[in-house]
Every structure is written in C-alpha cells, then in structure tokens.
C-alpha cells in the first residue's frame, strides 16, 4: 500500500481524489454564495450556519486537507514529470496534442493558491476572527471596490481553465477511461468549468458594475 501511494500512479490517484472532492465543494460554495444576489437575510443566515454548525466545522478541516493535499501530490508530480524529462521533444508540438490549459495546469494551480489566499484573508479570516456584525455587507462591500472583483473575476476564469482539464482527467486516472465515458466527460467538465466559473463570476461584477455606472 505504501509502494502504491509513493509512485507515480498513486500520487495522481490521490491528486485525482482530492480534486473531486474540491469540484463537490465549489457547488456548495457557489449555492451559499449566490444567495448574495437574491438576499441578505438569507446570505447571512447560510453564513452563519457554515459558521456554527458543528459537523461544518469539522468538515472545514477536511477540505483544508484536501486542498493541501492536492497542492502538495500536484508539486510533487510536475517536479517528478520535470525531472524525468529534463529536455522537450524537438518534434512535438504541443498545440496539436494538447489544450493550452492541460499544459499550464500547475501555473493554473499556482495562480489558483495566490486567489485563494486573498479570499482566505478577505472573507474567512475576517468572519472567523474579526468582529464582523454582518457577513452581507463584507463581501459586498469588498465586491464594490473595482480591482478587488477584478482580482476575483481572474481568479475565476482560472479555476474555469484550471476545471476544464481537471474533471475528465481526474475520473480517467480512477478508471473510467474508454473512449465513449472520455467524450462525455470532457463535455460535462467544460459545462461544469463554464457553469462555476461564470456562477462565482457574475456575484462581483452584479455589485460592481453599479459603482462603476
């Protein structure tokens, strides 16, 4: 079981996991968040929720695992990947072999981490450990000012790009590999980036765009 977990096999396995569990996540995130649009009341009743609910305070720790483990088992494999083949092919073109986001995927993830230390500084640890009396107004407020939902808006069309390679690849390495389940699963997973991307996309610019007119 060890020899499984430190190769190369088992890295992506783990890496493939991880990254599921993070794609079931973000519709969770994107649900609560979205109630930004619609109400207040609502906003800051599902905030205070995630906030107090016990079995929620336990899962936070999980998906901090989660994302570390992701990050650390992605590391590990592209400096593994880069190591192994230190000089590219002279006769490969990358273009017609690959998207450009499945060849960018650790700078995607890379630029992904610097986004998610922000919303971590900007929302979490505002909410978890500042006297913050109203959730709804933080965010929006946060949203109102132009480079900060510049910042988000990026930091979305990346996860979008970052998704898109991601979903299929990571049921392929789990198995589900054969030519027809690949096709669909390619176009689930470029609905599914669109859907999470645009979905946490249009919150900043709903809040934003009335500053700016």
């Not at 968040?33 to 336990?58: D, Q, R």
């Not at 990947?81 to 072999?97: F, G, I, M, Q, T």
Request: a positive charge; zero cysteines.
């Amino acid at each position: 079981m060890s020899n499984l977990f430190s190769s190369s096999i088992g890295k992506k396995l783990i890496m493939s996991v991880t990254g599921l569990f993070l794609v079931l996540f973000l519709l969770l995130h994107l649900s609560i968040n979205l109630l930004l649009i619609f109400s207040e009341e609502a906003f800051n009743e599902a905030s205070h929720f995630m906030a107090t609910n016990p079995v929620i305070y336990v899962m936070q720790y999980i998906l901090a695992a989660g994302f570390i483990i992701h990050i650390t088992w992605a590391s590990m494999l592209t400096l593994q990947n880069r190591a192994a083949r230190p000089v590219k092919y002279s006769n490969n073109d990358p273009a017609e072999n690959s998207t450009w986001s499945s060849r960018n995927m650790y700078v995607l993830g890379s630029l992904i981490l610097i986004f998610l230390f922000i919303h971590i500084f900007n929302f979490f640890y505002k909410i978890k450990f500042s006297e913050v009396e109203n959730d709804y107004e933080l965010v929006t407020g946060t949203f109102r000012i132009w480079y900060f939902s510049l910042i988000y808006i990026l930091g979305f069309v990346f996860l979008g790009l970052h998704l898109n390679h991601a979903f299929h690849s990571a049921f392929q390495t789990i198995g589900w590999s054969n030519k027809i389940w690949m096709k669909r699963l390619k176009i689930i997973g470029t609905i599914y980036a669109i859907v999470i991307s645009i979905g946490f996309a249009i919150i900043p610019l709903f809040f934003l765009i009335p500053e700016l007119f």
